[in-house]
């Protein structure tokens, strides 16, 4: 605080030759907005930077095309553009999570893809879990942490997501899938050729039970995984 920022560079370094290619952020973002390196995202092709200017107002999302990243989307804030887990990703377009305008002109978090909200009003997107994507790249199963009125509670949605231009504006289907009870639920899922998750872990914690409690979901078939954590010994 109150001196100069490092100064901030970014490579790509071949693992096998050790070979070090240097990436230009300026060139691709300008200087204001390279001030600090946020993201970086590489699960799949292409490659995701996304880098802030010092007071943190936006956040500049740079995509790797060949030898050089190219600028793909510029997104403001204010106060600040929070950094959502999970965001940037690439589903046949940029995945982001940004606040938009409600038709009460409230702002909501929303998942997006090149700008465009996929979520439903009254969603709060937390957190970006995972993309499953189908075997053509274009289209797959997102994962989301979400919350609804009550900040309090999160719950686990899928959101089903089609091609760039697909008639039903790209969301296909939204499904929750934590338990419906308050609390906190966390999932990992295991996703079929047909977009449906094949086998959910879901972990709940809540009021009414001490400790987190885990259940596998397979099909309609649910088997509860039990703790093996050592039980505190305090009265």
Known sequence: AGTLNALVSLALIDVVTGERRMLDLAAAAGDADTEYLARVAWDTEPLLVGVQPRDQRALHVLALEGDALRSVRRIVGDPWVELVPGAPAWLDGLLTVEDVAAPDATLRRALCRDGVALTPPGVEVRALLAVHRDAA???????????????????IMTVRVGPVGDASDGVARVTVISEPVPGIHHAVLAVGGDGEPDIIVRRTSDLAHDGPRSTMVMGDSVHPL???????GLD
Do not use: K, Q
């Open 137 to 155: 790249g274009t289209s797959g199963t997102v994962v989301l942490s979400v919350s609804h009125d009550d900040p309090t509670s999160i719950e």
């Open 226 to 232: 039990p703790s093996v954590a050592e039980v505190p």
